[in-house]
């Protein structure tokens, strides 16, 4: 328990600083946006933490120190700002403020690029899903399929998950008909291959070293925080 001592100290000082912005309905917000944060967030700290497993530790060190302040701040803050910042054509305060005295528009603003940003995190969670799915592993959670004649001729096709990852990209543009969804598909797609082919050159055996581990955990960990930005 001694471990989330500062994150007790943080939730206080938010929820006493909503009281001081809206009153009790800020805290209510506020608590609300907490309690959706924690559910949405479970999967991506399991996650993280099996790739932090293949981190050399000075990086695993890092990425407490820097990466999570990244995620909070950057993806949290930042990002939904700088989109809604881009999409209107006003400045980050302006936006900001915006988002503090006009929060339905900036919601409605916000949710006119939803569709896109679901498209490149979906791409690349796609991509991390069908890395592990087609690769070797002891433990197999659907044995029919992961275990059966067929998935094993299929792990053999060389880049096999790219090419599923199109197959996908091409039906997702049949069914929206949404040039802007299937172009940023793609770039979630590029994305990981590129950080994939970074990190083959800069690691050694299974761990994930130097730069190339920590921008793509932080890039894994933005893509599993866009629901939580919608939300």
Do not use: C
Not at 133 to 158: I, L, N, P, R
């Amino acid at each position: 328990m001694r471990y989330f001592y500062t994150s007790f100290i943080i939730l206080a000082i938010g929820l006493i600083a909503g009281y001081f912005l809206g009153g009790f309905e800020g805290v209510y917000i506020a608590a609300l946006l907490v309690v959706l944060e924690i559910s949405l967030s479970f999967d991506n700290a399991v996650v993280n933490a099996k790739i932090l497993e293949t981190m050399e530790p000075v990086w695993q060190e890092r990425f407490i120190l820097f990466g999570m302040p990244i995620a909070v701040f950057g993806m949290r803050l930042l990002f939904p700002l700088a989109i809604v910042s881009i999409v209107t054509g006003m400045g980050l305060f302006e936006t900001l403020q915006v988002a503090m005295d006009e929060p339905h528009r900036y919601e409605a603003i916000l949710k006119t690029t939803e569709t896109t940003i679901f498209a490149f995190g979906g791409a690349f969670l796609l991509m991390v899903f069908l890395d592990f799915f087609f690769q070797e592993h002891d433990v197999k959670w659907v044995t029919f399929v992961e275990g059966s004649k067929m998935m094993e001729q299929f792990s053999g096709v060389a880049n096999i998950e790219l090419i599923t990852a199109i197959m996908v990209g091409i039906g997702l543009g049949h069914l929206t008909q949404d040039f802007g969804v299937v172009l940023a598909f793609m770039y979630g797609v590029l994305l990981h291959s590129l950080l994939n082919m970074l990190d083959h050159f800069l690691s050694s055996d299974t761990v994930k070293s130097g730069i190339a581990g920590f921008i793509y955990l932080e890039v894994l960990d933005a893509s599993f925080s866009f629901d939580g930005v919608i939300g």
